[in-house]
């Protein structure tokens, strides 16, 4: 057996270690060059730039729509019309006057949806109307301890706004900021700030008609508008957020930008929208459901004589057979309170002569108008005795008996 020359067992050990760290260095350099195309700087994919505050610094963009474009089926010229008073209708005078270039309108995307004190808004953006158009100024912070300096920048860009105007605001993004503001030892700036939620009377105004009241969904159906490809989903927006700040990819930021103007934008036009179905209810082109809606809004407000035309209008639209009956009932409920009992009992005879989920409710109304105002005891307890046939119940059947015992008593007729 030949004996093995140490020296060359060690020089084939340099020579294989030699390999191994140029392999190793390669691949090093491979992982850098992804690494260097992968963690892409945020200013490289938005058009921006870093903001010193006294608190620190933070990222700022702006987008701008020129007042001859137009966002769906809504000029964007329409928004600097607007009229000052347009908002105190809608918030039954808790909001005053402002011309619409006083108007702020806030959007928020946030670590989570949760709330508390361990969600933050880690892009806040905030349109306004101009005479040039609809502008949207973003403020993002790029890390954490950036959010001191934002929180500082949104509150000098609301100085000068009279008015507030938000979707799902007042439950949603104005507490989670206040909640920030707070942590971060600072005044909040919405505390007396005037704030319509428009979320609450676009729900009155459309819940009876489209499944949901999501921004994004109005925005499809009333403004016939489409988000493009490159707009995120809402539910994927905190990962990607996570993901920058753990990694500094800032590649997919560009789709939550958009989405946020794009809302803030949509949440604009419908101001234009929403308020003028509050303001003059009676000269809309509305949907059937609509003016129901509307209706049932000013019935509440107590401006009885304008709900009680706008359920007449809805009934003549074809209404789906359930929401056609409600709309008879409350129609009916408008003119007893009015005293148009003849009306009333138009509306009650219908709706005992047909199935619905009111027709007990109207046969009792007819008997009780037949028994305390006509004094018909018969009549009243055919009434009644429809209504028992129907669905039994002990208050039905007390009613038969008194009835029965009233009108077997003869009736005498009335002095002159």
């Known amino acids: ?7 060359q067992i060690e020089y084939l050990r ?5 390999a191994s760290e140029r392999a190793a260095r390669q691949v090093e350099a491979r992982l850098a060059e992804r690494t260097q195309t992968l963690h892409t ?3 490289e994919v938005i058009t921006g730039e870093y903001v010193d505050t006294p608190h620190g610094r933070h990222f700022e963009t702006e987008r701008r729509w020129e007042h001859f474009r137009r966002h769906g089926n809504m000029d964007i010229s329409r928004l600097i019309e607007l009229p000052p008073d347009l908002l105190t209708e809608i918030t039954e005078g808790a909001v005053a006057h402002a011309p619409p270039e006083r108007w702020a309108f806030l959007d928020t995307e946030t670590t989570g949806l949760a709330g508390g004190s361990g ?4 892009l806040v953006g905030i349109g306004r109307i101009t ?3 609809f502008h949207v100024r973003q403020y993002f912070m790029p890390d954490y301890p950036d959010e001191p300096s934002m929180l500082w920048a949104i509150t000098a860009a609301l100085e000068d706004v009279d008015i507030l105007v938000t979707y799902n605001g007042k439950t949603f993004d104005l507490p989670l900021l206040e909640t920030r503001y707070r942590l971060a030892r600072r005044p909040p700036p919405f505390t007396d700030l005037p704030h319509l939620d428009l ?3 676009a729900r009155r105004l459309w819940r009876l008609r489209f499944d949901s009241c999501r921004l994004m969904e109005l925005e499809y159906q009333l403004l016939g508008h489409e988000r493009h490809e490159e707009d995120i989903a809402g539910d994927l927006i905190p990962q990607i957020y996570f993901d920058y700040v753990r990694t500094g990819r800032a590649l997919r930021l560009p789709g939550i930008f958009q989405h946020n103007a794009c809302d803030i934008l949509t949440l604009a036009c419908l101001t234009g929208i929403v308020p003028w179905a509050f303001r003059d209810p009676a000269r809309i082109d509305a949907h059937g459901a609509e003016l129901v809606s509307l209706g049932r809004w000013l019935r509440q407000s107590g401006r009885i004589d304008e709900a009680c035309t706008l359920f007449r209008r809805a009934v003549d639209c074809h209404l789906p057979d359930a929401l056609l009956f409600r709309t008879l009932w409350d129609l009916a409920e408008i003119e007893k309170k009015r005293n148009s009992r003849d009306a009333a009992l138009g509306i009650y005879a219908d709706l005992a002569a047909a199935r ?6 109207a046969l009792e109304e007819l008997s009780k108008h037949y028994e305390h105002r006509e004094r018909n005891y018969a ?11 129907v669905e039994a119940s002990d208050n039905l059947q007390r009613r038969c008996d008194r009835l029965k015992r009233k009108a077997a008593v003869p009736q005498t007729a009335r002095l002159l």
């Open 14 to 18: 340099r020579r294989i270690a030699a």
């Open 379 to 389: 009549l009243a307890l055919d009434f009644a005795l429809q209504a028992l046939s």
């Open 131 to 133: 005479p040039q158009g």
């Open 119 to 122: 969600t933050c808004a880690f």
């Open 356 to 361: 619905n989920p009111f027709r007990i409710q």
């Open 41 to 43: 700087r945020l200013e």
């Open 199 to 201: 979320l609450y009377g």
């Open 1 to 7: 057996m030949t004996d093995i020359d140490p020296h």
